[in-house]
């Protein structure tokens, strides 16, 4: 079974194209270091909650919706040599955290073994 890093953001909606163009720039990096796949998913029928929800989750804010991700990787080993390529690679070294077009504190992530797959 596959291996899966998932995570949520919420993203200003005037950021769209911006958080787009990094997603893009950011899948082709996972992928030339070992990705099987990289999902980028906008909000578009996501219900506020009463006790819990993926907008209360990252504390959307007036204006931003919510992004749901994932990048499948063939196992956890491959997962963890693949970030820690990303990471070192010299295209993520471009990248400047206060030009994110989205706040990384309130970005939950994490990964997830696969149980089922149909």
């Known amino acids: 079974m596959s291996y ?4 949520v953001v919420a993203v200003p ?4 194209s911006d958080y787009i163009r990094l997603a893009e720039e950011a ?3 996972f992928k030339d270091h070992g990705a099987l796949s990289v999902v980028e998913n906008w909000a578009d029928d996501v219900p506020e909650g009463k ?3 993926l907008p ?5 804010e007036e204006g931003e919706d919510v992004v749901f ?6 196992s956890r080993e491959e997962r963890d040599a693949g970030n820690k390529a990303a990471m070192e690679d010299d295209r993520f070294k471009d990248w400047e955290s ?8 309130r970005m939950i ?3 997830f073994t696969t149980i089922v797959n149909a």
Do not use: E, H, Q
């Not at 209360?56 to 959307?60: D, F, N, P």
């Not at 991700?69 to 063939?74: K, M, T, Y």
């Not at 206060?98 to 504190?105: E, H, L, Q, R």
């Open 4 to 7: 899966v890093d998932g995570y």
């Open 51 to 53: 006790l819990t929800s």
């Open 13 to 16: 909606r005037k950021s769209k």
């Open 69 to 74: 991700s994932w990048i499948v990787w063939s």
């Open 56 to 60: 209360m989750a990252v504390k959307c």
């Open 109 to 111: 992530f994490g990964g």
């Open 27 to 29: 899948a082709a990096v």
């Open 98 to 105: 206060n030009k994110m077009p989205f706040d990384g504190k």
